[in-house]
């Protein structure tokens, strides 16, 4: 298994940004694929963001795509996801999640991992 721990969120006001981070431990982190899910209140988790193995491809959900960028650094063992002119509706709780596989890489089942999540707010 694969720990993480995310850090970053916080309190933002519309049209800011704020960086996400994921750090992994326990295993090879370059084997996993990682993604990125958020879950507002009384809604069910969504995907936003993941990468590849080594950082090769990116996918991204179409509420974020050109305002969110997600990367990893295998040495640091770690994925970022910088978000840039944040909207209330970013409000929510973010979590990451890996897994070996990429077959089903924008779903919440397709990963096997997750983290406690971080609170990310956007105040308008």
């Known amino acids: 298994q694969v720990q993480l721990v995310e850090s970053g969120g916080g309190l933002v006001q519309a049209g800011g940004s704020l960086r996400l981070s994921c750090a992994a431990s326990?295993?090879?982190?370059?084997?996993?694929?990682v993604g990125w899910f958020r879950q507002a209140p009384g809604k069910e988790r969504e995907f936003v963001a993941a990468?590849?193995?080594?950082?090769?491809?990116?996918y991204y959900a179409d509420s974020v795509k050109g305002r969110f960028t997600i990367s990893r650094d295998n040495a640091k063992n770690t994925v970022y996801l910088q978000m840039n002119s944040l909207k209330p509706e970013d409000t929510a709780v973010y979590y990451c999640?890996?897994?070996?596989?990429?077959?089903?890489?924008?779903?919440?089942?397709?990963?096997?991992?997750w983290g406690q999540g971080t609170q990310v707010t956007v105040s308008s």
């Open positions: 990468i590849s193995y080594v950082g090769t491809i990116t």
């Open positions: 999640a890996t897994d070996r596989s990429s077959q089903r890489i924008r779903y919440v089942e397709g990963f096997g991992s």
């Open positions: 326990g295993r090879t982190f370059s084997n996993y694929v």
